[in-house]
Each structure stands twice: as structure tokens, then as C-alpha cells.
């Protein structure tokens, strides 16, 4: 208070009304920031920095994910403290009473072939599919991969800037271009709308690959995929800052293969 009263009122008179020493307050005013100070104004100043990209829509919830994401460890409640001291709140979703979203429909005849079995006694027999973003300065990048359970091994990949069906056909084309025998297999994926789309269903269909697809809300039925992309986020993407969407794509460390 008397910090930011001082240009209005003599400091020595603010002191003897609020019964703080005059030398003690003159301490304090030089003393340096602690360690815990510096660290809220770095904090905070990428909290303002999200907050602006994303029009105001954060709120502390998803606004501690992507602290998170980007390597800066932070609680949901020291964010959401930060973030009430700085006057910054989210835009909250419209409730809507009396309405549940649809579980997204299964293709005729495609059920759930994996059934939580990752093993696979010899390869190109089970493919797993799926989809994540990786976050640059610029925009989203999404990365589609097709990994085979038999070597833990990436047959084939795809990136773009919106995560629509061709860019997963993209991905199951460069698989299917290395396949070496034409015996049955098995492609399992979530149920996201590209793998519903009729346009990857048809060129599964036409290359003899038997789609298979998780139950809804269980992340669980495509293990392989997420454990993957665990490990991708932790020994590359988080360690690494990529200014735009061609830097990300371009990165020496992206390797087409992992084991």
C-alpha cells in the first residue's frame, strides 16, 4: 500500500499511520525478488501470452496443461491463482440442460478385433493407428503414425496442420507401400472421425485391412499408440522449441522409426 501510495503521501507519514518502521519499509523496497517472485512473473507472462492466443478461452484447467506441455511445472491452483491475481478467466462452455452428446457411431460390421491384445508373434499380422498434436509458435502440427505390435516399429507417418482423413490415409499408405506379405491384418484405431470417414474405410477395404476400433471412452484399447507417443513427447517434443509448423516437420530429431 504504501508502494503505490508513495507519489501521493509523504512515506514517513503512511509509516507512523500504519505502524511500520521507516527503515524497515526502505529494507524491503530494495530487497531483490525471491526465487519463488521470479519464477510467478515468468509464470505469468506466458499465462498472458496463452491466454491471448487462445482468444481468452483458457481457463486454469487447460491452462495448466499447457504450462505442463511446454515444461514449466506449475499447479492447477497456483495457475488459477495467478491467473485471478492478473484478472484473467476463461470462457466456460454453455450447459446445456437435458442433452448428452452421441457416442460416435462404428462403421457397419467393424467391431473391436485387438481387444486389448498387444502381442503380435509375427509381423505386419497387428497395426495400431492414431493421432497427436505437437504444439509450435506458430500453430498446431498433428502427427498421424501406423506402429506394427510385433517390433514396436513406426511403418508409417503423416503430418499436417489440420488432422482430417487424408492426412491418416497418408500415413496408412506409407505402411501399406513397405508391406511385404499380403497374409491378413489387423489396422486398430479410436473412433476419431477420420477413421470413420467412408474415404479411409474404402481404401482399407481395397488393400485387404481388417479395421478394427475401440470401444467409446476407453483410451485404454489403443495402449501401443499412447505409450508411443509418451515417449515421442518426453525425449523429443518437450525438449524442444519449434518456431514454426516447417521446423517441427523438418526437426533433425524426427526419426521415421522407433524400436
Not at 509509516?15 to 524497515?24: A, D, I, K, P
Not at 501470452?49 to 506441455?69: I, N
Not at 517390433?151 to 503430418?159: A, E, L, N, P, Y
Amino acid at each position: 500500500m504504501i508502494e503505490r501510495c508513495r507519489d501521493e503521501f509523504p512515506t514517513r507519514l503512511m509509516c507512523r499511520c500504519l505502524r511500520v518502521s521507516t527503515s524497515g519499509y526502505y529494507d524491503w523496497s530494495k530487497r531483490l525478488p525471491s526465487a519463488r517472485q521470479r519464477d510467478n512473473e515468468r509464470l505469468l507472462g506466458r499465462i498472458h501470452a496463452l491466454h491471448q492466443d487462445s482468444r481468452g478461452t483458457l481457463g486454469a484447467g487447460r491452462m495448466q496443461e499447457d504450462l505442463v506441455e511446454e515444461g514449466l511445472m506449475a499447479s492447477r491452483n497456483r495457475v488459477a491463482r495467478l491467473m485471478a491475481v492478473a484478472g484473467l478467466q476463461g470462457w466456460p462452455r454453455p450447459k446445456r440442460r437435458g442433452q448428452r452428446a452421441q457416442p460416435a457411431l462404428t462403421p457397419p460390421g467393424v467391431r473391436n478385433l485387438l481387444e486389448r491384445d498387444f502381442s503380435a508373434l509375427e509381423p505386419e499380422t497387428k497395426w495400431v493407428a492414431d493421432i497427436t498434436e505437437i504444439k509450435t509458435q506458430q500453430a498446431k502440427l498433428y502427427l498421424c503414425v501406423v506402429l506394427d505390435l510385433f517390433d514396436q516399429r513406426i511403418v508409417g507417418w503423416s503430418m499436417h496442420h489440420r488432422q482430417d482423413r487424408q492426412m491418416v490415409i497418408r500415413a496408412v499408405q506409407m505402411a501399406v507401400w513397405q508391406r511385404q506379405e499380403r497374409h491378413p491384418l489387423i489396422l486398430h484405431s479410436d473412433r476419431g472421425s477420420q477413421f470413420r470417414s467412408g474415404d479411409y474405410q474404402g481404401y482399407l477395404a481395397a488393400n485387404g485391412l481388417l479395421c478394427s476400433m475401440s470401444a467409446v471412452g476407453h483410451c485404454g484399447d489403443n495402449a501401443a499408440c499412447e505409450g508411443f507417443f509418451g515417449l515421442l513427447k518426453r525425449e523429443r517434443i518437450y525438449r524442444t522449441t519449434y518456431p514454426t509448423l516447417d521446423a517441427a516437420v523438418s526437426s533433425p530429431d524426427r526419426q521415421a522409426s522407433h524400436k
